[in-house]
């Protein structure tokens, strides 16, 4: 099968064994781990593909400045549509 979309998932985010038991057909889920870089493990992880559909990343992200410049310089980098909430979404309290 091959794989369309990638989901990269912050282990920290609460119940994510839900949320990867739930991906479309034609995914793959990585799960970060919190002891190391990040940045580096997405890198590591996008260096095996291509041609991918979509890339999402699920996390607790930077508020404020600090996330749109996270977002400004992740579109930047990769060439690529970008999007990321701005509020609360799903479970959050």
Known sequence: MTTNNIFIIDSRV??????????????EAFLLNPNQDGVEQMQAILSNYSNLDSIQIISH?????????FIDRLALFTAADVAASDDLTDNAD
């Open 14 to 27: 609460a119940d994510y064994q839900r949320l990867m038991a739930a991906l479309p057909v034609g995914s």
């Open 61 to 69: 992200g930077a508020q404020g400045d600090k996330g749109r410049q």
